[in-house]
């Protein structure tokens, strides 16, 4: 038996393929690097932004998220590609292209969009424990030690799957939810695809909060990162696209319910803000009644560790590349300082900044997806002008339509961020 | 000594002082241990235009002076030892190889060496890095409180080994004559850090022998992936230059199909030897032991065996025992290369050789291998089957891998500690 042919065809002479190893673990192997950051999009931030959408616009936000991860898929797609075409990560072929300067602007991009996201995971693990009562500066300084177990090497490989089956479950629980909520499915289904909304400044915050912690500044980083690490070949172009497109359905399909669940509970029953964890937890009510504040605590808890297992690294991974520095937890210490300073950088502020007194965590989770959103497009600049480079891309440069949607993904972006800025400069 | 970084972008005058535009690129002409500067690319209002080096008079960090005032413009083309600084070499990766890493190049070093202006070196400091962000001078300053100063560092140009995608745009073949000389183990470690295409590029420029030895020494998930991505005849011309057992541990890790196509392309006898090898259990001594071994029969004196040896240019793992079998091939002695040294020559073997040696069954596991190797200090053990026929031997470096734990072997530098696939 051997195994089925993945990908295209290969360039040039046909390389050997496919090894006892490589069949064995074939699905597992390239169905990797789009499920596990479609997973990872689903984190603290993003469960609390679709909360926050669903408690204070009802059904009227369905339809960004359909179209936000259809943009997704765009964006996630190239990086993939862009790894399996270069094996060079993104700030890497910045460099390359643009020069020094023009990397160093995108990894402080990068890093400044990225210390909102670990701050955010670390108030999800503040947020999930104090549903058990466990005041945040503990919970800060544990998030901190489980970041640094999950992070050295070789755990949170396998303790990945356990974040992964968490998730599953609670996702599992807000479909469910939504169902015994007896939501208007009517009015979701037209809501879901027919656009609208008003140009107020609190809607234009939460569009931008959805479209940014779905579609990541990390991610984009990520995606191409693990894509070269996990030495993907170009003839596995098609499997990763297929690996893409489940991790874009699972954030797409979960999104979506957790919306519809808030809108059915929350909004319906005039609940429009969302102030605490507690709160948040209503919207499983209906199928877990009273034990539903534990069952989104474990949720929120799995979701912002699976994150922390992500994001720093990706952050100071990317950084790293654009200086040339040795980056990666296959190094010692010694060998990589940067790259581990880094780290512990991200860490040690996101837990000093959890110690501010009286921090409203939902608001702080919010703030970084939408900080998250707005520098976005810097990223996505960079990376659709990447994209459309023969002389990088090779075989593999993105085809006409690719490109297309992608820059009108962008363009998207970047008068959504500008409208933002204006609204709330304006008032 | 000047650096690229501060010549870019200065002016460029004409010899009556007149501005024609800014220094855009420079060229090297690459084969000696110093590249010279064989021209100038400059940035007019409206064009590109190259100017050979023998136009220019002086070149600093103030800019270019010309010694003529007749621009030829003629479009510049690229030249097969050509490369551009700054669109080919900087902000590029390049494995220093003294080092044995794969760094990025933040700057690069001419100097006026034999009369000439050349490429002496690449810049992969700290100081570098802040020179090419503009902020070297608040950097030193704020440095000068923290008494830290910026890294300087820089690569000999002879140290450095310039990758395929760098220059891909110049079809220069790269002979990577330096890394050649690297041992496997610090050659495998490079290759680890390349991008598929350079990785590519490196092993084209070895030879197979070359190659294989690269492969034993990295882990086998990186071994499989290096195998898949040769042609499956340089695959199996590789294959041949391993030694059986490895050949045989590599080719067990690839898919039927591609082990029947590769040990279809391999030479018959030692495709012959890998299939024999792959029938035994990989934990058995069968399924670690090597096909290549010396014996003799013990009718030969220690001068014949030691001629014998030289005809037979055994690797080295292999030399230190000589097996002694009789007529149906079973063994019945062995002898160190010690003892066969230190024997008159013209004794006969038999006399001098230990009977009865210690040897393990084809079946038997690879723990009691390593352990009969560690309690009695031997180098490698025979292996014999029910009939006591030698069939193989293991050397002690392959019960190693059976003790140490997997992953002991090369680093990778993985990024994420999840993506091992």
Not at chain 2, 209 to 237: C, F, G, N, W
Request: with cysteine.
């Amino acid at each position: 038996m051997t195994a089925p042919p993945r990908g295209g065809g290969p360039v040039g002479p046909s390389p050997l393929r496919f090894g006892r190893r490589a069949r064995l673990a074939a699905v597992l192997a390239v169905l990797g690097p789009g499920i596990v950051s479609g997973f990872a999009d689903n984190d603290a931030g993003g469960i609390t932004t679709y909360s926050l959408a669903g408690a204070r616009f009802g059904y009227d936000l369905l339809w960004v998220i359909l179209v936000t991860q259809l943009a997704l898929f765009v964006t996630q797609e190239i990086g993939a590609r862009m790894g399996l075409a270069t094996g060079q990560g993104l700030t890497g072929l910045i460099r390359e292209r643009f020069g020094v300067r023009w990397a160093a602007f995108a990894a402080f991009t990068m890093i400044a969009a990225n210390l909102g996201s670990t701050v955010s995971e670390f108030a999800g693990i503040s947020a999930a424990l104090s549903l058990f009562g466990v005041p945040v500066p503990v919970s800060a300084m544990l998030a901190a030690v489980a970041v640094i177990t999950l992070i050295s090497q070789g755990s949170f490989g396998r303790v990945q799957y356990v974040f992964v089956i968490i998730g599953v479950v609670v996702s599992a629980a807000y479909i469910v939810s939504a169902v015994l909520s007896q939501p208007d499915w009517s009015i979701a289904a037209i809501s879901l695809v027919v656009p609208h909304g008003t140009l107020s400044g609190a809607y234009m915050l939460a569009v931008v909060g959805t479209v940014g912690t779905t579609i990541t500044p990390w991610g984009q980083g990520f995606i191409q990162a693990y894509v070269v690490d996990k030495r993907l070949r170009p003839e596995e172009l098609k499997a990763e696209r297929l690996d893409v497109l489940i991790g874009v359905l699972i954030t797409n399909v979960v999104a979506a319910f957790i919306v519809i669940a808030c809108a059915a509970t929350l909004w319906t029953s005039g609940q429009t803000d969302i102030a605490d964890a507690a709160q948040a937890a209503q919207a499983l009510g209906p199928l877990a009644g009273p034990v539903a504040s534990t069952l989104f605590a474990v949720g929120l808890l799995a979701a912002s560790l699976l994150g922390l297992g992500v994001v720093p690294l990706a952050s100071a991974y990317t950084a790293c590349e654009a200086f040339g520095w040795e980056q990666g937890v296959g190094w010692h210490w010694r060998e990589a300082p940067a790259f581990y300073g880094l780290l512990a950088f991200f860490i040690g502020f996101a837990a000093l900044f959890m110690l501010i007194p009286g921090l409203p965590l939902i608001q702080v989770m919010f703030s970084a997806q939408v900080l998250n959103g707005l520098l976005l497009p810097v990223i996505l600049v960079f990376v659709m002008l990447l994209a459309g480079d023969k002389r990088l891309m090779g075989s593999l440069v993105s085809g006409r339509i690719n490109l297309a949607l992608g820059w009108t993904v962008t363009a998207m972006l970047v008068v959504m961020s500008l409208v933002l800025v204006v609204t709330a400069v304006s008032g | 000594m000047i650096h690229l970084s501060q010549v870019i972008g200065r002016p460029v005058r004409d010899q009556n002082g007149e501005s024609i535009g800014k220094v855009a690129d420079l060229i090297v002409a690459v084969g000696e241990r110093y590249p010279p500067v064989t021209g100038l690319v400059i940035a007019t209002d409206r064009r590109k235009i190259f100017l050979p080096w023998s136009s220019v008079a002086t070149l600093d960090i103030s800019g270019a002076r010309l010694n003529t005032s007749q621009l030829d413009i003629t479009k510049f083309r690229q030249r097969q030892n050509e490369i551009l600084l700054k669109d080919n070499l900087l902000d590029k990766q390049i494995v220093d190889i003294d080092g044995r890493r794969v760094v990025r190049v933040n700057d690069v070093s001419l100097d006026e060496v034999e009369g000439s202006l050349r490429l002496v070196a690449v810049d992969v400091g700290a100081a570098g890095l802040l020179r090419r962000l503009g902020i070297e001078g608040p950097y030193r300053t704020l440095a000068r409180g923290l008494r830290r100063p910026a890294g300087e560092r820089y690569i000999d140009w002879e140290d450095v080994d310039p990758l395929e995608s760098t220059i891909e745009a110049v079809k220069l073949r790269v002979p990577h004559a330096g890394l050649a000389e690297l041992h496997p183990a610090d050659l495998a470690t490079i290759i680890d850090q390349l991008t598929p295409r350079d990785r590519a590029g490196l092993l084209a420029s070895l030879d197979d022998e070359a190659v294989a030895d690269v492969i034993e020494e990295m882990e086998p998930e990186s071994q499989v992936d290096v195998l898949e991505e040769l042609k499956p005849d340089r695959a199996a011309d590789i294959l041949e230059e391993m030694s059986p057992d490895d050949a045989a541990d590599l080719v067990a890790d690839l898919s039927d199909t591609a082990r029947a196509e590769i040990l279809s392309l391999m030479d018959k006898t030692e495709a012959e030897e890998v299939r024999e090898l792959l029938g035994y259990p990989e934990e058995t001594a069968g399924g670690i032991m090597t096909t290549e071994f010396i014996a003799v029969p013990a009718t030969l004196t220690a001068g014949q065996t030691i001629d014998r040896l030289r005809e037979l240019e055994p690797d080295a793992e292999t030399i230190y025992y000589v097996y002694v079998v009789d007529d149906e091939g079973r063994l019945v002695g062995v002898l160190s290369l010690r003892d066969l040294i230190v024997a008159r020559p013209d004794s006969p073997i038999g006399e001098v050789m230990i009977d009865e040696p210690v040897a393990v069954n084809l079946l038997d596991h690879q723990r009691e291998v390593a352990n009969l190797v560690a309690r009695y200090n031997l180098l490698a053990v025979p292996v014999v089957d029910d009939e006591g026929k030698l069939e193989g031997i293991v050397t002690v470096d392959d019960t190693l891998d059976s003790l140490l734990p997997v992953g002991w072997k090369s680093h990778l530098p993985k990024r994420f500690p999840g993506s091992a696939r």
